[in-house]
């Protein structure tokens, strides 16, 4: 076992015992009166991305506050394949009642041009609240509740922390906004907005998902976003997602605690046929990792990895070549950008 394996499981032990700790009725009693008591008799809204964080978010505000919470899910177009359709069939399903927002154009707009990752996260961050605060026009609306994890503001900087990244739902936000924060999760680390939303009967689909960040595919495509290289990462995303899943379902590995793929801005040369090709490189990344704050890099069989790399180039014609990222964090991050 490498040292790097040694540490995790060490991690893993601990993390086991200090979740044990963790009391989640106690926590959902106290997060609901905390959520009664900031929002009082307004109105308070907020968004669902359909990651287990805002799902957990919107679940407790809705058991808060019923009668006062406008839900909403924005569609930026830069979700994973199918995801806009299965967020809405969740949240039918849970019975949370939501309002459909489609501001593709108003993202790619946004985006054009922008190559800076932190330039990036600050345009969708404020892009964000900007379509939060239209909305809260329309029905009074004084609070946005967010489901902001501890990792989000840790690594969004201040207090004389670095900025390693701004999360879109805290360092990326702008300065002047007409909604007060709620952020019942804010202290929650990932494992035990888990277990909460187990308790709060969540499906495991929700439960158990892998994260997905705010940012969404834009900060899987490195540098410039555009709606065509959104289309390739976003099909590259799910064979990864597709293979690590049947490979993790089959036991020769375990499912990795995020997968994904992303795209290099750069071309490179290649033969498709006995013909030249100069065409992108796709980027498979595949952690494993307890919290997100620490990963390695997943052990993928070389089978697996042949497997999504030959989909990906038979698949995705703009595809290249396909490369494994074996880099930890740190010194990476979990993501590109
Ligand atoms: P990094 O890339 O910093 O990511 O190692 C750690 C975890 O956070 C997710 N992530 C985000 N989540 N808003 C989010 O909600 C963001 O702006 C953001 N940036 C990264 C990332 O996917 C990983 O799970």
């Known amino acids: 076992m490498s040292v790097n394996n040694k540490i995790f499981v060490y991690q893993e032990y601990i993390l086991k015992v200090v979740s044990m700790a963790f009391n989640s009725e106690k926590f959902i009693e106290e997060a609901t009166e905390d959520i009664k008591k900031t929002v009082g008799d307004g109105r308070a809204i907020t968004a669902l991305s359909g990651g287990v964080d805002s799902f957990v978010a919107a679940t407790l505000a809705a058991k808060a506050i019923p009668e006062q919470l406008i839900v909403v899910y924005v569609d930026t177009g830069l979700m994973r394949k199918g995801e806009t359709g299965n967020v809405l069939k969740i949240a039918r399903e849970v019975g949370v009642n939501l309002i459909v927002t489609d501001a593709k154009e108003k993202f790619f707009a946004a985006l054009k041009g922008v190559a800076d990752p932190e330039e990036k996260r600050k345009k969708i961050g404020e892009l964000f609240v900007r379509i939060f605060e239209e909305e809260a026009k329309k029905h009074d609306v004084k609070y946005l509740i967010q489901g902001t994890i501890a990792p989000d503001w840790i690594e969004s900087g201040g207090l004389g922390r670095d900025t390693i990244k701004s999360h879109h739902n805290v360092g990326g936000l702008p300065e002047k906004m007409h909604l007060k924060l709620c952020e019942p999760l804010r202290e929650l680390y990932k494992h035990e907005v888990r277990i909460v939303a187990k308790k709060l009967n969540l499906p495991d689909s929700i439960a158990e998902r892998q994260p997905f960040p705010g940012p969404a595919l834009a900060i899987r495509v490195v540098g410039e976003v555009t709606p065509e290289k959104v289309e390739i990462v976003r099909e590259a995303c799910a064979i990864v997602e597709d293979e690590l899943e049947k490979a993790a379902k089959e036991k020769k590995m375990e499912r990795p605690w995020q997968y994904f793929a992303a795209l290099l801005p750069t071309k490179t040369v290649g033969v498709r046929g006995d013909e030249r090709a100069y065409q992108y490189v796709v980027v498979v990344r595949a952690v494993r990792s307890l919290d997100g704050m620490t990963a390695n890099f997943s052990r993928i069989p070389f089978e697996t ?20 990222d074996v880099t930890n964090k740190p010194p990476g991050t979990i993501e590109m950008e």
């Open 305 to 324: 990895l042949e497997k999504i790399s030959t989909r990906i180039t038979n698949e995705i014609r703009s595809i290249g070549r396909v490369v494994y």
